[in-house]
């Protein structure tokens, strides 16, 4: 059992986070995808960098959260922040790191003149709703709508 | 998307001057903008233009005018800071225009198309990164400390330089192969990444207000050097003939002394702290940037080490690499060897306070000059221990090791090629001379 006693620092992901990312997902979901977080962070380091974020502890990633600032999609001319992805090593769970990740990429998001911030959930994963209730996420106008083909 | 940058466009004879740079120095420049929404979809497209940051402090931040206001001009400065700052930029300018250069001769060469335009777009975003030190020379008059030297001929001398008359070393090396493209990305604009971190406190505004949106920019530039190299290091794990730890080991060995010897010599830096230019000494920000390719490294053996034993975890994958770390000897047929190694600071250097020592990439000494000279050939690739640059080296190390001269004397006489008149090579009239230790010259090629 690691010490999950330590300072966290939330910092700016690089590319060296990536293997940190990798590790965390893979305790989270049992799979072992570096490709996909390859492109995911080449895409978010390229399209907004330092918006995203990680959470280090002893020079190891245990948590992080992605996304970037955009304008022009679905009707929104207005610069808005959209979070992707996030996760936080089970290990150090319980110590307000989402809340602290999703402080820091909005702090950025509003440096960039975004009023606010975005994103889609599966209703029928409730920790991850409850999470995103909890940080202040509700209801929007704007709903996601899906269609089988 | 950055809402807080003004772009700034140079006047209209050195934007012309630029583009028709590039035009010779960048041929597949129009191809990356005709493809950009492909590769790089939804991506806010490409300016050549000076990008300032809005909105940061006034007040200068480290040095002796700590607390003071930031200067807007150079004769607020001294004339020694003033001096001084110039040379940076123009270093800077060098550098940005040099990668590009030394980019150009193999970026055909890559494996994937994908590979080409991440590439393509490191190099235009260094084409702007150069545009934004021009803006700089050009923006103010620094004639009162470059010796009466006009804005337009210092512009004319940066555009005239090619791989081999740039200011700093690892400017001067051409590449090999598109390995170089990869491992130069990943290792050298690292240092970059750092010369512009530290700068971001610049004592003079203007330069302080260019260093966010180039760092922003250099993010991606790290990412387009370390994800091919995990790539590449899975392909070798899993036995790709064509890809292979190898190259990328001689690459990084050819690489890492260049990059250790941009951040200058160990012993200096107090001058740039105390101007108020850069908050870090040379030896701290150098270790900073080698305990970070360690870290590096490390990913990418990880990353090796998972794709060879599939079924490992990555609590296994980690405690095989520590072992071999510190056993230096093998796993399940695995050796130590095969894995890459960060080259120890004092291996191939030339410049700074190990410069001419013969110390291997593990640090292991060596004390007969030939048999350091064998190792370095079986060390490096091919096409570069047949370089001019090997071949100076080597008569410069020799001399070392005789007595002949000191490793400051040898240091001073590596000579570089210099290309004279003309700011393009278009130009019929260029003269290349010979630059001495002294500073004398002697033409060697008339075209």
């Given amino acids: 059992m690691p010490d999950v006693t330590t300072d966290v620092r939330i910092r700016p992901l690089d590319e060296l986070d990536l293997n940190g990312i990798v590790r965390i ?69 319980g110590q307000d790191l989402g809340r602290r990740l999703f402080d820091a990429i909005c702090a950025h998001f509003k440096a960039e003149g975004a009023t606010s911030v975005r994103t889609l959930v599966d209703q029928n ?25 | 998307m950055a809402l807080k940058v003004e772009n700034v466009e140079l006047p209209k004879k050195y934007h012309d001057a630029v583009e028709h740079w590039h035009r010779h120095n960048f041929k597949d420049y129009d191809l990356l903008l005709k493809y950009w929404d492909k590769y790089f979809p939804k991506d806010d497209q490409f300016c050549l233009c000076a990008k300032m940051e809005l909105g940061t402090t006034d007040v200068i931040q480290i040095g002796e005018q700590k607390g003071e206001k930031k200067r807007l001009k150079p004769e607020e400065m001294t004339p020694e800071q003033s001096g001084h700052l110039l040379a940076i930029i123009k270093a800077q300018a060098s550098t940005e225009f040099g990668s590009i250069q030394q980019h150009a001769a193999t970026v055909d060469r890559a494996p994937e198309d994908e590979d080409k335009f991440w590439t393509m777009r490191v190099m235009a975003e260094e084409l702007r990164h150069g545009y934004q030190m021009l803006h700089l020379l050009l923006s ?152 970070e390719l360690r870290k590096m490294i490390r990913d990418i053996n990880t990353r090796y080490i998972r794709a060879r034993f599939p079924d490992y975890t990555p609590e296994k994958t980690e405690q095989v690499l520590d072992e071999l770390e510190r056993s230096r000897g093998t796993h399940h047929g695995l050796a130590w060897t095969d894995l890459l190694r960060l080259p120890d600071k004092r291996f191939f250097r030339r410049k700074g306070v190990h410069a001419f020592q013969m110390v291997g990439i593990d640090g292991e000494p060596f004390t007969d000059v030939e048999d350091w000279l064998r190792y370095l050939a079986a060390n490096l690739n091919d096409g570069y221990i047949a370089s001019r640059d090997m071949k100076l080296y080597a008569e410069a190390l020799r001399s070392v090791v005789s007595g002949e001269k000191t490793p400051a004397e040898a240091i001073k006489s590596m000579p570089r090629l210099k290309r004279v008149g003309g700011t393009c090579p278009c130009s019929k009239g260029v003269r290349w001379v010979m630059e001495d230790a002294d500073g004398g010259q002697t033409t060697v090629a008339v075209r």
């Avoid at chain 1, 948590?63 to 959209?82: I, K, T």
């Avoid at chain 1, 409730?126 to 509700?138: C, E, Q």
């Avoid at chain 2, 512009?155 to 598109?178: C, K, P, Q, R, W």
């Avoid at chain 2, 505004?205 to 922003?216: T, V, Y």
Wanted: charged share 25%.
């Fill in chain 2, 140 to 291: 103010e008059d620094w004639s009162s400390v470059s010796g009466g030297v006009t804005g337009e001929q210092m512009v004319e001398e940066i555009l005239s330089m090619t791989t081999g008359s740039h200011v700093l070393d690892a400017f001067n090396l051409d590449y090999d192969s598109y390995t170089d493209n990869v491992v130069f990305a990943a290792c050298i604009d690292r240092v970059g990444k750092y010369q512009l971190t530290m700068q971001k406190v610049c004592a003079y505004k203007p330069m302080a207000d260019s260093m966010p949106p180039m760092l922003r920019e250099e993010a991606f530039h790290l990412a387009a050097g370390v994800i091919p190299m995990r790539r590449w290091a899975q392909k070798a794990a899993k036995g790709d003939v064509f890809v292979t730890m190898r190259m990328m080991q001689h690459a990084l060995n050819k690489w890492v002394p260049r990059g250790l010897e941009m951040f200058g010599d160990e012993r200096g830096g107090d001058t740039n702290v105390n101007f108020g230019f850069k908050d870090m000494k040379n030896d701290e920000a150098s270790s900073l940037y080698h305990e």
């Fill in chain 1, 25 to 93: 997902n893979e305790k989270i979901t049992g799979a072992y995808e570096p490709d996909l977080w390859e492109k995911r962070v080449m895409f978010y380091t390229r399209r907004d960098p330092g918006a995203s974020q990680v959470a280090e502890a002893n020079g190891k990633v245990v948590g992080f959260m992605l996304g970037d600032c955009r304008a022009g999609e679905f009707g929104l001319e207005e610069p808005s922040g959209w979070i992707e992805r996030f996760g936080i090593d089970p290990d150090y769970r």
């Fill in chain 1, 125 to 149: 994963d409730a920790p991850v709703a409850g999470f995103l209730k909890a940080i202040g996420f509700g209801e929007s106008s704007l709903a996601a709508l899906e269609r089988k083909l």
